[in-house]
């Protein structure tokens, strides 16, 4: 209503001000004089004013005359749409500028005016492959998913925009937690643009989310064919992928393909711990026992962990403690100064009972590495060489609030997993696991337990002084009865009032 008002406003106001005008100049003197094939024509101000009016009008149409006989003769030279393109060709400078409002509109956040600029691009231009995506991803941006569905859906049926539509469908039922749905529609877009990479990325994370790893793999070879990914990336994620496709097959109780598909993965990716770990149980399975040794040696040469030698030791699982011992050492044999490969020999010689080669084997680790197992190893060599409790407890106490030493964590998030696997639970990245020591948190614990050490040893200290207590003489003095006889106050303590009488009778007193 009010912008009414002010337009009707400004129209009277411009007509006064026309008619204000022309009444101005038809009461000023003077005017023009033209001189045409000697005839004087001699006009007045506001006769001027009109003619030089219709000589802009004139000049204008002799423009557009001029440019629709262009367009006759393109036409008739054999452009057919020479003359439609002159008609239309002012509907589509509005429309395009209406597509640019629009483009920048979306840009700056605002999908309301994104989906009215693309309203009107259609109406001037009728292309419909430009203007629905735009009004898709404006619906997107003003959060309409009904319409952004609808208008995707549109797409599909023009086969220059059939991949536009798919993807943007894809993304949607992926936000909206299908992944069912959305495997189906990376699948298709994956065949109308194997080259695209975000589909392939998109298509192999679903694959590998939904333990189909076979066609992960397919995908995986193409990333590398259409050049998408380092040949070396993908050797060790081919490697990743076959881990997992044996570690199901083996579920199912397909030992024979199992053992191949472990074995495929460990020559895939030698340093790939599971599957060395697989790949030679497999070897000690079908009684190879020399190839699974030759493979964990190899891979703890690389990466020394605890899989490998639980799996070395189900070689010879009935051997005495004297000969794995001799045996360990030809694993670790590449690797010796390796915290793991001295944990490992503590362990072995804890086992046989031989606790003095097991601190030496140990070494300094428990202070210049301080683990949860490495304190808890020294705290079995103090038991074994017959230390007080005390001594023990205190090395329990540093193991409860040490760090736990390496262990399976995501490189993206820093997500902790107890096992192995080959999809990060936490932000579904894939091959991102490590074997490495997470990041300490700067958090204290609430519960103290970071006191415990210093209370364990003021418990050593203090049994110790007990015992020296024991071992001591009892001294006694005789203590006179006038001293605890009570007695009047003087002047200066007649106000004070002692908080507290000692609880001390006459006799003999320990010092």
């Known amino acids: 209503m009010l912008w009414s008002l002010v337009k009707i406003l400004l129209f009277v106001a411009a007509i006064a001000g026309v008619t204000y005008g022309a009444g101005w100049l038809m009461e000023s003197d003077g005017g023009v004089m033209i001189t045409v094939a000697g005839v004087e024509y001699t006009l007045g101000p506001l006769q001027a004013v009109i003619a030089l009016v219709a000589l ?12 629709f006989l262009v367009a006759v003769l393109k036409f008739l030279n054999g452009d057919e749409t020479a003359i439609s393109r002159y008609f239309d060709r002012n509907r589509e400078k509005k ?56 208008v995707y859906k549109k797409l599909l049926a023009d086969d220059s925009t059939r991949f536009v539509g798919v993807r943007g469908l894809m993304k949607q039922t992926l936000s909206e937690g299908k992944t069912d749905a959305a495997l189906k529609l990376a699948k298709t877009a994956f ?52 881990l997992s496709e044996a570690k199901d097959i083996l579920d199912e109780d397909a030992s024979v393909e199992a053992r191949e598909k472990a074995i495929e993965a460990n020559k895939l990716s030698p340093d790939l711990i599971p599957a060395a770990v697989m790949a030679a149980r497999s ?19 690389a990466q020394p962990h605890p899989d490998l030698a639980a799996a070395y030791a189900e070689i010879a699982p009935d051997e005495d ?28 010689n804890i086992a046989a009972e031989d606790f ?58 820093h997500h902790i997993h107890a096992d192995w696997a080959p999809v990060c639970e936490n932000c579904k990245a894939f091959d991102t696991l490590a074997w490495t020591a997470p990041p300490e948190s700067e958090v204290r614990s609430a519960t103290g337990v970071e006191m415990l050490p210093l209370i364990v040893g003021a418990l050593e200290d203090q049994s110790d002084d007990d015992l020296e207590d024991e071992d001591a003489p009892i001294e006694a003095e005789i203590v006179d009865e006038d001293d605890f006889a009570p007695r009047e106050p003087d002047e200066e303590e007649e106000n004070y009032a002692p908080e507290a009488t000692p609880a001390v009778q006459p006799g003999f007193v320990e010092k």
Not at 56 to 67: E, G, P, Q, T
Request: proline fraction near 4%; hydrophobic fraction near 40%; include cysteine.
């Open 56 to 67: 802009v009008v004139l000049c204008w149409l002799l423009f557009k005359f001029v440019s």
């Open 95 to 150: 429309g395009y500028q209406a597509l640019a409002d629009g483009l920048l509109a979306l840009a700056s956040g605002e999908g309301a005016t994104a989906i009215d600029k693309a309203r009107k691009a259609e109406r001037y231009l009728g292309k419909p492959e430009l203007t629905n995506l735009l009004t898709a991803q404006a619906a997107e941006m003003s959060g309409d998913r009904k319409k952004a569905t609808e």
């Open 191 to 242: 065949a109308l643009k194997p080259r695209h990479e975000e589909t392939q990325d998109t298509l192999l994370r679903l694959q590998a989310d939904t333990g189909d790893w076979a066609g992960a793999r397919a995908t995986l070879g193409a990333k590398l064919r259409h050049g998408s990914l380092p040949r070396d990336v993908h050797k060790r994620r081919d490697a990743v992928l076959a």
């Open 283 to 301: 070897y000690i399975s079908q009684g190879k026992a020399r190839n699974a040794s030759r493979l964990l040696q190899k891979t703890w040469q």
């Open 321 to 348: 403690p004297a000969a794995r011992i001799k045996r360990f050492k030809t694993l670790i044999k590449g690797n010796k100064d390796h915290a793991e490969s001295q944990m490992l020999m503590a362990e072995l």
């Open 356 to 413: 003095p080669e097991a601190r030496r084997a140990l070494g300094d680790l428990y202070e210049t590495d301080p683990t949860t197992r490495s304190l808890t190893i020294m705290a079995a060599i103090e038991r074994g060489e017959g230390a007080k409790d005390a001594v023990v407890k205190g090395w329990l106490a540093r193991a409860l609030t040490a760090p736990r030493g390496p262990q399976w964590v995501c490189d993206k998030c």
